[in-house]
């Protein structure tokens, strides 16, 4: 199974600043996501990080707000970009080698916006 | 709408007893995954389930698919305190009923609570 790390695993930032997270997988994965998790909630699709092109957003979230990059098969990044206190959330990155397997998660990103 | 319902979403048990999660979906899929999360803690995959009839097991936990009833279920068999934790169904779309490739629509979850 693909183990999945991500950095930070936590920040406060300040109302109108923007963080990027980071995700690392150990092995090559063909489909990348980013998942939120609002607190006490479950898990929403936010993109689906598609290598060396233009990441596919779920409805009501867009590309200013979280850009998106994956360079290669075993990084991406999310950007929370002009972050608000309803941006507190955990941010979860995600992969999986083909639609019929196993989908891992990440540990989390938990952002706190003051 | 694309829908996954789980009940119920809180459940206090004693240790020893056996119990059900139901986890209903609203159109054809065929593909269901079942999560564990602790608190502070990602998701930790415990089953996927790909066919009509399909019936996992692992240690106390045991899952299973009726695609026709668009259900599934996890069954504790004589729960133990380390059971305890959020458990998780997602369900797979297919573009074909309004879904987009790898997205899981996850249910709200079921916080399981095992008491000694």
């Known amino acids: 199974s693909a183990v999945i790390s991500q950095k930070p695993s936590r920040d406060i930032c300040q109302r109108g600043t923007s963080l990027t997270i980071q995700c690392q997988v150990d092995s090559q994965v063909t489909m990348m996501f980013w998942y939120r998790q609002q607190p006490g909630q479950s898990l929403t699709l936010i993109a689906t990080?598609?290598?060396?092109?233009?990441?596919?957003?779920e409805s009501g979230f867009v590309i200013d707000k979280f850009p998106i990059s994956r360079p290669n098969l075993t990084f991406s990044t999310l950007t929370v970009s002009n972050m608000s206190p309803e941006d507190s959330s955990i941010y979860l990155c995600?992969?999986?080698?083909?639609?019929?397997?196993?989908?891992?998660f990440g540990p989390g990103t938990r952002l706190t916006v003051l | 709408e694309l829908k996954v319902e789980q009940n119920p979403l809180f459940l206090s048990m004693q240790e020893g007893k056996n119990y059900t999660i139901y986890c209903n979906y609203s159109?054809?899929?065929?593909?269901l995954y079942w999560y564990r999360q602790d608190p502070g803690k990602s998701l930790e995959s415990l089953f996927v389930l790909l066919s009509n009839g399909a019936v996992k097991q692992e240690g106390r936990l045991m899952a299973s698919l009726d695609t026709k009833a668009r259900l599934s279920t996890l069954h504790i068999t004589a729960a133990v305190h380390d059971l305890s934790a959020t458990y998780f169904c997602a369900v797979a779309f297919p573009p074909l009923y309004g879904g987009s490739q790898g997205n899981l629509i996850f249910g709200k979850g079921t916080k399981l609570s095992v008491k000694p």
């Open positions: 159109t054809t899929s065929d593909r």
């Open positions: 990080a598609n290598q060396g092109s233009e990441a596919t957003y």
């Open positions: 995600s992969g999986k080698e083909t639609d019929y397997n196993e989908q891992f």
